[in-house]
């Protein structure tokens, strides 16, 4: 019997939709409670650089979050007793570093202060990391900040999409960046973009973050979302499950020093199962892009949404901008008396029953991520999309071949020591 064959495999079931009328959020029907994980705050809009690929709307737009929605988000947070024991805050959208150090010196204290000791509180921040300099790395020293770098590898695949609004590469001043980081002592992880032209070069790809010294990288693609209407991956399928085997060999030869996201998240799934939380009476795997609040980002001007962070701001014909309310004028959990949230609610609802009615890697998804069956799709009430084959099913299937591979020999000497003996 194959590895494969003793995971217990989610039974496909029977669909049922669910009218939005019908649906109701009641915070006591949640077992364990909800808690907000990440709180993702968008200081700008503003992007110093125009990458091809991006999704984000109005990245020209100078705007500011003031330390007001700073705190109110916070105090939002505590009010609706969405704040557990631990909170992460992701400084994300448009590109943080474009809003000075001496801003996040009052906002990163401002949140700890309005959440109290009992709330642990940590900061990320996603960067470009053109802007990283002796005063930045002060600043992610001081208040302990994770750091991601926004980076493609090589410069030849990086220049390719990632451009200064004059249309020239940016390799250099991220480079640069890499090594301000690394001369602060500060460690960082990578998120790369995957796109068409990099699944042909998973080598070069590696040896580019081994010789940065760079341990950690995620693997994203240029996603089809917003503005970004198609993906290069789209046609390539066969292609990037060659590219994710060959990431798993050299995660394998380098002895750990080279680790991937998505691979080390299927390795920890096939370990150990995914947590479930209780809903309606049953048990759920736990998706914290399924679940109302586990993920809240707020814009800069206070306006917030829950469930995909990419979805806020976006333009849907039957969900508007997908904005729920304001931290201004309400908490978040006021805005689940809103009909917008209800049929958002609904909508990814049956989007997770379509799921689990279809799919044999549920147990280990919990039902995918809503912005992407949105625009992979054209609603958020859809099953499978390339993001979870990318994201989670090649990784995941590749890991267990790979387990299954090296299980044989030994499984085939037992066997003959085995018939030895009898």
């Not at 496909?12 to 109701?24: C, E, I, K, Q």
């Not at 006591?28 to 650089?49: E, G, K, V, Y």
């Not at 926004?150 to 220049?159: C, K, T």
């Not at 908490?331 to 989007?351: C, K, N, P, V, Y």
């Amino acid at each position: 019997m194959s590895i494969a064959s003793n995971i217990q495999w989610v039974p496909r079931r029977t669909l049922r939709t669910v009218p939005s009328a019908m649906v109701r959020f009641d915070f006591a029907d949640f077992s364990p409670a909800i808690r907000t994980r990440l709180l993702i705050l968008q200081p700008t809009p503003f992007c110093n650089l125009d990458c091809d690929y991006c999704y984000l709307p109005h990245r020209d737009s100078k705007a500011r979050m003031s330390l007001e929605t700073v705190c109110l988000a916070a105090r939002r947070l505590a009010d609706d007793d969405l704040a557990g024991p631990e909170l992460t805050v992701v400084w994300h959208a448009g590109e943080p570093l474009v809003v000075p150090p001496s801003f996040y010196d009052e906002a990163i204290p401002l949140v700890s202060e309005v959440l109290g000791g009992a709330c642990a509180v940590s900061h990320s921040i996603q960067t470009n990391a053109t802007l990283v300099d002796d005063a930045w790395c002060r600043l992610f020293k001081r208040h302990g900040v994770r750091i991601g770098v926004s980076v493609d590898g090589p410069a030849w695949l990086h220049d390719l999409h990632r451009h200064t609004r004059r249309g020239q590469g940016t390799h250099q001043r991220v480079l640069q960046g890499m090594a301000r980081l690394r001369e602060h002592g500060i460690p960082y992880h990578a998120i790369a973009v995957v796109t068409g032209e990099t699944l042909d070069h998973a080598d070069a790809f590696c040896d580019f973050f081994l010789e940065q010294e760079v341990h950690e990288v995620g693997c994203n693609f240029d996603e089809a979302e917003g503005l970004n209407d198609r993906s290069s991956l789209a046609d390539h399928e066969p292609a990037h499950a060659r590219f994710v085997s060959r990431l798993l060999e050299r995660h394998i030869q380098s002895g750990g020093h080279l680790n991937f996201r998505e691979l080390d998240m299927a390795m920890h799934l096939i370990a150990e199962p995914l947590a479930t939380y209780r809903w309606q009476g049953r048990e759920w795997p736990d998706n914290a892009q399924t679940i109302p609040f586990t993920l809240i980002s707020v814009a800069y001007n206070g306006d917030f949404s829950t469930f995909s962070p990419e979805l806020l701001g976006q333009h849907s014909v039957e969900f508007g901008d997908f904005v729920l309310g304001n931290v201004h004028r309400a908490s978040f959990l006021e805005s689940t008396a809103g009909q917008r949230f209800l049929d958002l609610w609904a909508a990814i609802r049956r989007g997770t029953g379509v799921c689990e009615a279809s799919c044999a890697h549920f147990g280990f998804c919990g039902g995918g991520a809503p912005a992407n069956k949105l625009y992979e799709n054209g609603s958020l009430a859809s099953g499978e999309t390339l993001y979870c084959r990318t994201m989670l099913k090649r990784p995941f299937d590749a890991v267990l071949a790979r387990l299954e591979r090296d299980a044989a020999p030994r499984s085939r000497h037992g066997n003959a020591a085995t018939t030895e003996t009898e």
